[in-house]
């Protein structure tokens, strides 16, 4: 079968089924640079956290799909998007992770811009008769949006509002933030980076899928608790679901399954939670802080590139059609200070490549790549639990936890996005 | 300064530690070390990375240590089953004394692992590592090593072996 139009187009219809997709999806390089055109530049991508920039000039640097990105705390205070790339001959202006600047000097020929991207000047302005510099700043993002500190760009000036593309998201999102007495969440342990050789789509279908753990993650399972030995086991038994948000936003919640609070956080108790607890008491009141301590942070993914993976936040990169990058840190809860080193110690069982859980999931990944590249049965099965989803009163479809109930949501959103106009 | 005799059982000690997490000899390998053991492997080439506010690769005290080698112990760590091919070379070893008596040794290592499991990819490892040692009986224990890799930062592949 092609996947080609004559017109050299990719015919996505027909590559995305409702209950299957098409190997090539994983392998074409061209499917890829349609990714990187209608999901990184025209769609809202997640950049980073306000967190991580608190003072002016603060920087981090990061990737929107393919395109190098600075994202900075302007003099005013506000959160601006860069493109990392000068304005005369292309070259990179910040080669550092992050920092803090009053001014971004190319080192080739020394143009110098300011932290709003405005080019302040230009060495050996003689050699132009007339030099507008207002034409030449470095580009910025054309949409700069965020929610709760979480900071979206979008590469193009038209589409749809973040708040339209996070929908009813969002509370996802404020079930992480909620569990701050202050309502933030801070970013400030440093990311680990995971390098991943396959396909980025992998990553998001990976983290919202509930069918592997028994299996991926025996090892694990059979060596200590922890909070998903719930979701393993006689399948009548688990309570765990999944969740479809709209949007290509999908759910794992595990939290049917918990017994008790904080099963979440390794099942903490007494004097280690009895501040906090009082803290969000005071705030919310002693039935929505049982619900909150009981429930725990999201399991989610927020499309196409974030993922609230409980205690961690974390990000998936695309490198090209072959390798990714699955970026994490632990989400500090603003005025906990005594849980930082728990979830220092969780985000390092939990994720990157020395952790007990991810190496596994990579090395499946890696292993699904290869896999993908056998064109002689090009097909990928996503029709589990389609005989058993149900829509719930909100009008989200939700399964068993071991259904594929995200990973068809994930592909209708991506199908949807990939034929628009 | 130490002894000749103190360096050279530091040196041994070195070598025969690789051998050990070279090939995969988990037991003996985790016999080396005391019961307050630290294995660090930061995140950052920054001398003032602190485990106590920043991400780490690795964090290990004793039992975090057990588990990690009952985890490869189990045959279903499938990023290590089977064992990654591996040898590491040491160099440039400076042993100095410390405090209680205990040595510290700081080595440049350089490591190629055959990243089997999947796409059989040859990796290399580079970096350098503090070894803090005890003497315990007749025998040196090892209570402390940091491994500093030169990418620490930057993504790197899996790292379910011992580095």
Redesign the interface.
């Known amino acids: 079968m092609s996947s080609h139009a004559p017109n050299g187009a990719i015919d996505y219809k027909t590559l995305v089924q409702d209950d299957r997709i098409h190997a090539s999806l994983y392998t074409d390089p061209q499917v890829f640079d349609d990714e990187m055109e209608r999901i990184f530049r025209r769609g809202w991508v997640f950049v980073g956290h306000a967190s991580e920039i608190t003072g002016p000039g603060d920087f981090v640097t990061r990737r929107v799909g393919t395109e190098p990105v600075i994202m900075v705390r302007g003099k005013d205070g506000g959160v601006g998007v860069l493109v990392n790339r000068c304005m005369h001959r292309g070259t990179m202006v910040c080669p550092a992770d992050r920092g803090s600047a009053r001014a971004f000097t190319c080192p080739y020929h020394g143009w110098t811009y300011d932290i709003s991207g405005e080019l302040l000047g230009v060495p050996y302005p003689g050699g132009y008769a007339a030099f507008d510099k207002s034409a030449h700043g470095l580009t910025r993002a054309p949409r700069v949006s965020s929610y709760r500190g979480f900071v979206f760009a979008s590469l193009s000036a038209e589409g749809i509002s973040l708040a339209e593309h996070l929908g009813s998201a969002t509370r996802l999102i404020d079930r992480s933030c909620d569990l701050s007495p202050a309502g933030e969440i801070e970013l400030t342990a440093g990311w680990v980076k995971h390098r991943c050789p396959a396909n980025w789509k992998t990553l998001p279908e990976n983290d919202s899928d509930g069918y592997h753990l028994g299996f991926v993650h025996r090892a694990l399972f059979s060596t200590v608790r922890s909070q998903y030995q719930r979701v393993v086991g006689d399948e009548k038994t688990i309570k765990a679901v999944v969740r479809d948000w709209g949007n290509g936003h999908i759910e794992i919640d595990w939290s049917p399954g918990y017994q008790g609070p904080f099963e979440w956080l390794g099942g903490v108790s007494g004097s280690t939670v009895a501040d906090f607890v009082a803290a969000l008491e005071r705030r919310d009141g002693a039935e929505v802080t049982r619900r909150r301590i009981f429930e725990g942070p999201a399991h989610a993914l927020i499309f196409p590139n974030l993922f609230l993976g409980e205690t961690n936040i974390a990000i998936v990169e695309p490198v090209s059609v072959e390798e990714c990058v699955h970026w994490h840190t632990p989400m500090f809860l603003k005025g906990v200070p005594e849980f930082r080193s728990r979830l220092l110690r969780m985000a390092e069982a939990g994720m990157g490549p020395a952790s007990f859980l991810m190496p596994e999931d990579l090395t499946v990944a890696s292993r699904n790549q290869l896999g993908l590249h056998a064109r002689t049965a090009p097909w990928l099965e996503l029709g589990r639990g389609l005989n058993r989803e149900r829509v719930d009163a909100e009008g989200r479809t939700v399964s068993h936890v071991t259904d594929e109930t995200t990973n068809r949501a994930l592909w209708r959103h991506y199908r949807a996005v990939m034929t628009e106009a | 300064m130490v002894s000749e005799a103190e360096y050279r059982a530091v040196v041994e000690f070195l070598y025969r530690e690789a051998r050990l997490a070279d090939e995969a000899r988990y037991a003996e390998w985790l016999a080396l070390w005391t019961d307050d053991a630290v294995y660090w492997?930061p995140?950052?080439t920054d001398p003032a990375a602190d485990?106590?506010?920043?991400?780490?690769?690795?964090?290990d005290n004793r039992g975090?240590l057990e588990?990690?080698i009952?985890?490869?112990q189990?045959?279903?760590?499938?990023?290590?089953e089977p064992a990654s091919p591996m040898r590491r070379l040491i160099s440039n070893i400076e042993v100095a004394p410390a405090d209680n008596g205990e040595l510290v040794a700081e080595s440049n290592f350089a490591l190629a692992e055959l990243a089997i499991?999947?796409?059989r990819?040859l990796h290399w490892w580079v970096g350098r590592a503090t070894h803090r040692l005890r003497r315990v009986g007749s025998e040196l224990k090892l209570c402390r090593k940091t491994v500093v890799l030169v990418n620490a930062?930057?993504?790197?592949?899996?790292?379910?072996f011992l580095?």
């Open positions: 492997v995140a950052t485990p106590d506010k920043h991400l780490s690769h690795i964090y975090r588990t990690r009952k985890l490869v189990t045959g279903h760590r499938y990023s290590q499991q999947a796409k990819e930062a930057e993504p790197l592949p899996n790292l379910s580095i």
